[in-house]
């Protein structure tokens, strides 16, 4: 019964995955401070439309065990501040439009964009990563985006995952070298523009002419300033149109485009390491809505780099099922068989859990855990050598 409320609640919502939101985030107190020596692990994520990529965090999160979420200080009208970071018991979210070089006003005298590199503080960014890296707390800029001005810096505590997503995250080549996995959230355009419809159209009232005279507006940047950021990544989920059935505009085909040759990071597979495969699973085992459901898992080339990507079209009826897809998984960095749907079904009510976004999500938050107990365990290891030297 539980199940089938969520699922309806699911369908109703209008709300992507992706989108920006802050809704169903407590405020978190209990932040974990970093055992002695230990190193935090970086990720990036680059995304389009700013930050709140919350329902992405709570996977993450979620993951490592911790259920704590929310922004830092509780946030606006819970008697914090306006603040863009995030925290839970193991990570912190940086939002990088903290590190906007003007304010909405100063943009509006240099003429520029939010999207144009000339208006981040890179050197900043620079320094900042890098002092949380080396254990250092930190005291980070606020942008406001309710008023768009720079609000008084917010202290910021070193955690064992440090994550900064924004639009700008591997520009830099010094902030990139202190990336450990990096991951970029690449929605088409038609995807856009059918979520962007959906929301400022059918919600808000905006004319078709004006959202599409909006996003026009903003292409050239976005070609010049965040896209080239792509051949960069590890990790990158692209959200497309289906391609089961031509005139349906809201089902998704995701894909999970992996690198190799990533250290610490094996890509997750379907049935067969290395192989290229389409999948349409048994509906007995695995059903779904019209227009059905397909995977895929392909080896290819993205910019130059040898990638394998793991595919999903369409969407599944009931989570529980998913299990089935999961058995046929290598590779997916899960505790214990079962442990992908598990986490899915514990996020039920987020924007994603019945299709590939939902899926993507978690194998990437389950690669980001793989990636933190590998690396904590080498820096175990070399610890207790230096130990073991110095007592010889
Ligand atoms: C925006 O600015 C007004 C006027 O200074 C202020 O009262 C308000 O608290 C600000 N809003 C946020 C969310 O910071
Ligand atoms: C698939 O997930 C997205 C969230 O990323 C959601 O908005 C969408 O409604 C889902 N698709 C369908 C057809 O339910």
């Keep these: 019964m539980k199940l089938s409320i969520s699922i309806v609640a699911l369908a109703a919502a209008t ?87 003007n304010d909405r006003t100063g943009r509006k005298v240099s003429g520029l964009t939010a999207l144009n590199t000339a208006e981040q503080r890179f050197d900043l960014m620079f320094e900042h990563v890098k002092a949380l890296k080396e254990g250092k707390t930190i005291m980070k800029p606020i942008y406001n985006h309710v008023n768009g001005t720079l609000d008084e810096p917010e202290k910021i505590e070193p955690t064992p995952v440090i994550i900064i997503e924004g639009l700008h995250p591997f520009v830099d080549e010094r902030v990139r070298d202190l990336i450990d996995f990096s991951l970029y959230l690449d929605i088409s355009p038609e995807v856009k523009l059918n979520w962007k419809i959906q929301r400022d159209m059918e919600e808000r009232g905006h004319s078709l002419e ?88 392909t080896q290819e080339q993205y910019f130059g780099n040898d990638v394998s990507v793991l595919e999903m079209d369409g969407n599944f009826d009931n989570i529980q099922e998913l299990v089935y897809v999961e058995s046929n998984l290598g590779n997916a960095n899960s505790k214990f068989y079962g442990e992908v749907t598990q986490a899915m079904l514990s996020l039920a009510d987020s924007p994603g859990s019945n299709n590939g976004t939902g899926l993507m999500q978690t194998l990437a938050a389950f690669a980001i855990r793989e990636l933190y107990n590998k690396k904590a365990a080498t820096a175990k290891l070399a610890a207790n050598k230096v130990a073991a030297a110095a007592s010889a």
């Excluded at 993450?60 to 911790?66: E, I």
């Excluded at 946030?75 to 839970?88: D, R």
């Excluded at 990544?233 to 059935?245: C, H, K, W």
């Design 15 to 101: 709300a992507s995955a992706f989108m920006p939101s802050n809704s169903g985030l407590r405020a978190s107190s209990l932040q974990m401070a970093l055992k002695d020596g230990e190193v935090p692990i970086v990720i990036g994520l680059a995304a389009d439309s700013g930050c709140g990529k919350s329902t992405f965090m709570r996977r993450v999160t979620s993951t490592f065990g911790g259920d704590q979420c929310g922004p830092l200080g509780g946030g606006f009208g819970n008697g914090g501040w306006e603040t863009n970071t995030l925290v839970s018991d193991m990570a912190t979210v940086i939002c990088l439009d903290d590190y906007h070089l």
């Design 210 to 297: 004006s959202i599409m005279a909006s996003i026009e507006a903003r292409k050239p940047d976005f070609d010049a300033f965040i896209e080239p950021q792509k051949k960069f990544a590890d990790y990158i989920i692209e959200v497309l149109p289906t391609d089961l059935d031509p005139n349906d505009k809201k089902t998704l085909k995701v894909r999970a485009i992996q690198k190799k040759g990533v250290q610490d990071f094996n890509p997750t597979y379907l049935f067969d390491e290395g192989s290229t495969i389409s999948w349409v699973p048994s509906a007995d085992k695995l059903s779904s809505p019209a227009p059905g459901i397909k995977l895929a898992y």
